[in-house]
Antibody
Framework: EVQLLESGGGLVQPGGSLRLSCAAS????????MNWVRQAPGKGPEWVSG????????YFPDSVKGRFTISRDNSKNTLYLQMNSLRAEDTAVYYC??????????????WGQGTTVTVSS | QSALTQPASVSGSPGQSITISCTGT?????????VSWYQQHPGKAPKLMIH???DRPSGVSNRFSGSKSGNTASLTISGLQAEDEADYYC??????????FGGGTKLTVL
């Protein structure tokens, strides 16, 4: 069974850092691009990062560029999101999502259950 | 990058067909056949229903179909069922290495 399991969420103060992890199983992890998508309470999803299967190419929207870093360890089938300089507006449920193809902009066909990040003093 | 525009809500009776629109610009929806649609039930993760405008993943009912005309993509659900009641989001590649989602549409099955 194809599965994604996020971890690492929690409460962090503004300006703080957090690293999210996403453990993948049931598919050849290195073959597929992966994305992180977040969803603030009562809001629609927002794409926050994408990475190629090899990890050599990464992509970010302006809202997180320079603050967030995405990486992957294909030997451990794990995706990461390093979040620095966190702001209140980063508060959301963060999902990792498997892309249906090799490019991050294809549809996301498998999603994790999400991990909650709360930025507050 | 601005979010894609979706109607806040649509409704239909069981057995009917409904269409949800997703309007972007010539820089996103209009330029790329890279529109996907997601269904989300309360408290659950989004589920891919359509990718690359009109392709349906394995396991998704053929009652769901997608199309695009100009800067507007559409999701049509035929033979509406109670379990289709959910939030629906479109998503498009927007160039400049960016993905953008729509604001979402709440589907109510009357």
């Amino acid at each position: 069974e194809v599965q994604l399991l996020e971890s690492g969420g929690g409460l962090v103060q503004p300006g703080g850092s957090l690293r999210l992890s996403c453990a993948a199983s049931g598919f050849t992890f290195s073959t597929y691009a992966m994305n992180w998508v977040r969803q603030a309470p009562g809001k629609g999803p927002e794409w926050v990062s994408g990475i190629s299967g090899s990890g050599g190419s990464t992509y970010f929207p302006d809202s997180v560029k320079g603050r967030f870093t995405i990486s992957r360890d294909n030997s451990k089938n794990t995706l990461y999101l390093q979040m620095n300089s966190l702001r209140a507006e980063d508060t959301a449920v963060y999902y990792c999502a498997k892309v249906s193809g090799v490019h991050y902009y294809y549809g996301m066909d498998v999603w994790g259950q999400g991990t909650t990040v709360t930025v507050s003093s | 990058q601005s979010a894609l525009t979706q109607p806040a809500s649509v409704s239909g009776s069981p057995g009917q067909s409904i269409t949800i629109s997703c309007t972007g610009t010539s820089s996103d929806v209009g330029s790329y056949n890279l529109v996907s649609w997601y269904q989300q039930h309360p408290g659950k993760a989004p589920k891919l229903m359509i990718h690359e405008v009109s392709d349906r993943p394995s396991g998704v009912s053929n009652r769901f179909s997608g199309s695009k005309s100009g800067n507007t993509a559409s999701l049509t659900i035929s033979g509406l069922q109670a379990e289709d009641e959910a939030d629906y989001y479109c998503c498009s590649y927007a160039g400049s290495s960016t993905l953008v989602f729509g604001g979402g549409t709440k589907l109510t099955v009357l």
